[in-house]
């Protein structure tokens, strides 16, 4: 007869090890802190004196500006890119093509200037019968091509070209079945992209998208070219002025860290958001792990307590 | 437009009353390569309004490359379908054949449902949204009259209470029937079965078949491409038997299953009726 084990005590594994790495990982973290609190090459009284400080503040400004329009309009843009591209026509699929090789083969530096110059190349943008004398509308090209929006365009373009690839492959991995099913159902094209196919496909799209964005947080320091004041050029003319440039760069480094840290919050939940009917039940969010791994530790404590 | 949308769920709930006047289905010689291969070579069929046609084969015999040209999901490359006399994927003007585009052949499949072998539900929304969603983008019915329409079909295929469930909280079988209460949504003449119990675990196979059992009294006219011969042999009026890319024969259940005159019927039954005439 089988033994009956019912009256024994469960002892739960244990890791001792982890124990011993926690320690070491730890006296490291414990060792930088260290370091980077008491070092006084750090001027960390420098740091705060800028961090806050207002020229700081609207370069950083400037910076969430650029990256939000750039990155919506960019994302927007590539999304129809990628339908173009995946779509029938041979007109759109060539379009798109084009489109991407263009942006992704020319630096983004050169087209940035480009834009900004454009009143160089072309002095006047009119709109009117090509070959003819016929004008509808007529305008300087240096009023319209402000630094801004050489910024916005040349950030924008470049940002559809790579987000359109990056679209495209998320809708690459939906099963063909899906549309299919759409199809049979009757279900128009644009709303089959959108309400069946995307937020399918977003599951594959959103890691590399925000790698996209948090990239363009920082690579909107590019737009230093046109002298456009975001917050790495903002730092750059303050320390080439008062010399602090070790300090200056930290402040602007920390902003960052600022901002992809709050991103990478966003991108957690959206994806969580995302994976619904995708899992059969959805993860816990950290803070509800944090209560659970509490409130089970708490009762273990008691238990243990009591006994 | 809201007249159509309201009279059409008396005629989805009340089989009864259904009038079997719509839903004919005329294949004349359809033929349809893949590269090099031809699958369909010349497949003429006639379904009757209300009938239930259900196609057996063997694997690579183009029975669900056939059901596919119904919906125009696969374009023919020879030959002509319609429905009520409606060429499907083509408008006839003077004594042309003018192809239809996008919106015109999304049109046409609202009248005809499909259920896949594999369901295709839509993962990310709900057993009621995936119901739900066609009538509204394709119908223009309203989105309470599409919920309520939902909840009946669920009910009707024996899903009441599943209506918030996730297609992978479902079990297969579930999966399937909220598969063919979306397909019934959008009150279809002719529903379209391709091989639909196929990635069904066995014990879950006959809750679907029932379903499919109570669309056939409905008067909606059924094509089922299927392996279960116990229940072509009950469900069907004809049943169709291909075998590379031609329909070999095709006749009553009885006459099929019992007497059948081609050679190649008889030694494909042969090796397929045994174990399913044990059930």
């Known amino acids: 007869m089988a033994t009956d084990y019912s009256s024994y005590r469960v002892v ?51 910076t969430l500006k650029l990256t939000a329009i750039s990155g919506i309009l960019g994302f927007v843009l590539g999304f129809i890119l990628a339908l173009m591209r995946l779509s029938a026509s041979p007109l759109l699929v060539s379009v798109s093509w084009t489109f991407s090789w263009i942006f992704r083969s020319t630096p983004l530096l050169v087209q940035m200037l480009l834009w900004y110059n454009l009143g ?62 759409a199809a049979a159902l009757g279900i128009p094209a644009w709303r089959r992209s959108t309400r069946i196919v995307l937020p399918q496909a977003m599951r594959a799209i959103l890691p590399t998208a925000f790698n996209e964005i948090i990239g363009l947080v920082k690579g909107t320091s590019i737009v230093y ?46 994806e969580r958001h995302y994976s619904k009917g995708a899992v059969r039940n959805l993860p816990l969010t950290p803070l509800q792990k944090a209560r659970k791994f509490f409130a089970t530790h708490a009762v273990a404590n008691t238990a243990r307590n009591a006994r | 437009m809201s007249t159509a949308t309201t009279s059409a769920p008396a005629t989805a709930t009340d089989p009864v009353t259904t009038p079997s006047t719509r839903g004919l289905v005329e294949i004349t010689k359809v033929r349809k ?7 369909l070579k010349g497949v003429s069929l006639t379904v009757e309004p209300g009938g239930v046609a259900v196609i057996v084969g063997p694997s690579g015999s183009g029975k669900s490359t056939l059901l596919r040209t119904i919906n125009h999901l ?144 409905s008067g909606t006219t059924l094509l089922i491409v299927t392996h279960e011969m116990g229940f072509a042999r009950d469900v069907a009026d004809t049943v169709v038997f291909m075998d590379q890319g031609q329909i070999v024969e095709q006749g009553s259940p009885e006459h099929i299953f019992t007497n059948p005159q081609e050679p190649r019927t008889r030694s494909f039954f042969s090796k397929v009726l045994e174990p399913a005439f044990n059930i």
């Open chain 1, 225 to 270: 070219v046109l002298a456009y004041s975001e917050l790495f050029y903002t730092v750059q003319v303050i320390y080439n002025r008062t010399q602090q440039v070790l300090p200056l760069l930290l402040v602007a480094t920390l902003w960052y860290v600022v901002i992809t840290s709050v991103l990478s919050v966003f991108q957690y939940y959206i």
């Open chain 1, 12 to 62: 739960a594994a244990r890791h001792p090890w982890r124990w011993v790495g926690t320690a070491v990982v730890a006296l490291g973290v414990f060792a930088v802190a260290w370091s980077l609190a008491t070092n006084p090459r750090w001027e960390w009284g420098v740091v705060a004196q800028w961090f806050t400080a207002q020229s700081v503040i609207n370069g950083l400004l400037e």
């Open chain 2, 74 to 217: 696969e374009k023919v490359d020879g030959g002509f379908i319609s429905i009520d006399g409606n060429l499907v994927g083509y408008e006839v003007r003077g004594n042309r054949l003018h192809e239809l585009r996008g919106k015109e052949i999304l049109k046409q499949r609202t009248e005809i449902g499909m259920v896949f072998q594999n369901f295709n539900l839509f993962p990310h929304l709900t057993a009621l949204e995936n119901v739900s969603e066609a009538p509204v983008v394709a119908q223009g019915c309203s989105k309470d009259e599409a919920r309520r329409r939902g909840l009946e079909l669920l009910d009707r295929v024996g899903l009441k209470g599943r209506a918030d469930a996730y297609p992978r909280q479902l079990s297969g079988g579930q999966q399937q029937r909220v598969a063919i209460a979306r397909a019934l949504a959008l009150d279809p003449k002719i529903l379209l079965f391709d091989e639909p119990t196929s990635a069904l675990d066995p014990e879950l196979v006959n809750e679907v078949l029932d379903v499919i059992r109570e669309l056939a009294k």
């Open chain 2, 33 to 39: 390569s893949f590269g090099a291969t031809e699958v």
């Open chain 1, 120 to 181: 160089y190349l072309y002095e006047k943008i009119s709109l009117g019968i090509p070959f003819t004398d016929v004008r509808f509308f007529e305008v300087q090209t240096t009023t319209l091509i402000s630094q801004f929006a050489a910024a916005v365009l040349g950030l924008t373009l470049n940002q559809a070209a790579y987000s359109a690839e990056i679209i495209r492959g998320g809708i690459l991995s939906v099963d063909q079945g899906q549309l299919e099913a």
